[in-house]
Each structure stands twice: as structure tokens, then as C-alpha cells.
């Protein structure tokens, strides 16, 4: 008995040192670990800094994209805000790097070029109106919805929600971000925020 006393309190003993001493601490939730991880390029996962967020001053918001990484980054006085996923230009139709100021704003916008023709209540055509349907014969057009849209240049191309967003170039030049995190941009920017696209 006494010996099976002294086993039970040896194993206890050396379970308490060797979890002690192989234990990790996980690793804290920041960019710069969050940015660290192996699949940052494929992964559809969102950093966010809720604190920052918390008390985001819209006039210093900036919002920068990766076409290298396929990500947006949203920035405070150089605090990363939020890192999310994105979609931007496919080959033959590129989203244009620079830097641009957001503007026309809309949250429930709808396209004026990809949607869905209609001739006395049947669907004739849908995609885009000069590429798809050109010489379409039809009374009704219903432009595809672009929720949280944001404007970014003269020649169609913004910012807007997606259910489609790819980890590679797929858009016809604008720039998909996931639901849910299109809002929350939309909601901590304004006309004249800055984005800038690059390549890298």
C-alpha cells in the first residue's frame, strides 16, 4: 500500500514537471504573427484589431492592397486595423495599381455593366451588357448587386462585397472583399480615404 502510495505521487510528480516544462505558450494574436503563418497567401481567415477598431478615427484610416498576397490591410497611424482577404483583377482585366481616393459611395449599389436581361419577363442574357450581350433585344436590365461599393477611379472600378472571393486574380478589375468585413470597411471609411494597389 505504502509503495503504491509512493508511485501515485511520483507519476503526479513527473507529469507536473514535464507539462511545465513542455508547455507553450500559444502565440499572442498580432499581425505580425498573424501575417508569420504559413498560409497567409491561401488563407481565408481576417486579423483583426478589435481594440484599435474600438476607437477607429475615420480621417486616419488608409487601406492598402496586395496583389501579390491577395489581401487588403487596413491602417490607423501605422496600427494595423484589419488584414482581410480579397479578389482583384483577372489577366486581361486588372485592378490599376496607385494611389486613389475613395468615393461615390453607395451601400446598396448596383452595377451598370454585369447583370441580367430581361424581354416581357424572361431572361434574354446575363454577364456583362457590352461583352455578353451586345445586340440583346431587351426591355428590362437588373444590374448585379455590389453591396459596401466604394469607387476608387473613373473607369468603373471599386470596392464592393462578394460571395466570390477567389485567392488569386478573378474580378473583371474591382476589388471583392468577403461579407461581413466589406461592411466594417465601409463603415470605418469615408469619401477621400486613401487605397493603394500594388503589386507587392
Not at 441580367?116 to 426591355?139: A, E, I, L, W
Request: net charge positive.
Amino acid at each position: 500500500m505504502k509503495s503504491l502510495l509512493l508511485l501515485s505521487v511520483s507519476i503526479a510528480i513527473a507529469t507536473l514537471f514535464s507539462s511545465c516544462g513542455s508547455s507553450v505558450a500559444p502565440l499572442a494574436n498580432t499581425h505580425q504573427n498573424f501575417k508569420a503563418r504559413a498560409d497567409y497567401k491561401q488563407s481565408y481567415d481576417t486579423y483583426t484589431n478589435e481594440k484599435a477598431l474600438a476607437t477607429v478615427n475615420k480621417s486616419k484610416v488608409k487601406l492598402r492592397v496586395s496583389k501579390a498576397n491577395q489581401r487588403m490591410i487596413v491602417t490607423q497611424d501605422n496600427v494595423v486595423l484589419m488584414d482581410t482577404p480579397i479578389t482583384t483583377g483577372r489577366p486581361g482585366k486588372p485592378t490599376p495599381n496607385g494611389t486613389f481616393k475613395l468615393y461615390n459611395r453607395v451601400a446598396d449599389k448596383r452595377s451598370n455593366s454585369y447583370g441580367t436581361m430581361y424581354k416581357n419577363g424572361v431572361r434574354v442574357c446575363g454577364g456583362h451588357r457590352r461583352d455578353n450581350c451586345k445586340g440583346v433585344s431587351y426591355d428590362k436590365y437588373v444590374g448585379s448587386p455590389l453591396p459596401y461599393w466604394q469607387r476608387i477611379d473613373d473607369n468603373g472600378i471599386g470596392i464592393h462585397q462578394s460571395n466570390s472571393v477567389k485567392r488569386y486574380p478573378a474580378s473583371g478589375g474591382c476589388i471583392r472583399i468577403q461579407p461581413g468585413y466589406a461592411k466594417r470597411i465601409f463603415n470605418i471609411t469615408k469619401s477621400g480615404t486613401p487605397i493603394t494597389i500594388t503589386n507587392s
